[in-house]
Nanobody, 117 residues
């Protein structure tokens, strides 16, 4: 089992920045991929960024150049640094951890990000 707790959401003006944190606990050594997803009202949940065990990262086109995913292994925490925020970034952001053998997805409770003037 893996437990995930997100933090760092809030209200910010367009052009501002926020850093989200995802703290993992439990069987963390079984985690192969950690990702950030988001879901805006009335829309499907979408992938924002992922980081795999090797450290390679991947981003949705809509956030490339503005968002950065990183991790602190000592703190068992994955971060999402969000810069140049836009109103369309408004959503509930969820942390996901995926383990293999068997394939299992774990989700955090979500944190609200609102970008508005």
């Amino acid at each position: 089992q893996v437990q995930l707790v997100e933090s760092g959401g809030g209200n910010v003006q367009p052009g501002g920045s926020l850093r989200l944190s995802c703290a993992a606990s439990g069987n963390i050594f079984s985690i192969n991929v950690v990702g950030w997803y988001r879901q805006a009202p009335g829309k499907q949940r979408e992938l924002v960024a992922t980081i795999v065990r090797s450290g390679s990262t991947n981003y949705a086109d809509s956030v490339k150049g503005r968002f950065t995913i990183s991790r602190d292994n000592a703190e068992n925490t994955v971060y999402l640094q969000m810069n140049s925020l836009k109103p369309e970034d408004t959503a509930v952001y969820y942390c996901n951890a995926r383990t293999f053998g068997p394939l299992t997805d774990y989700w955090g409770q979500g944190t609200q990000v609102t970008v508005s003037s």
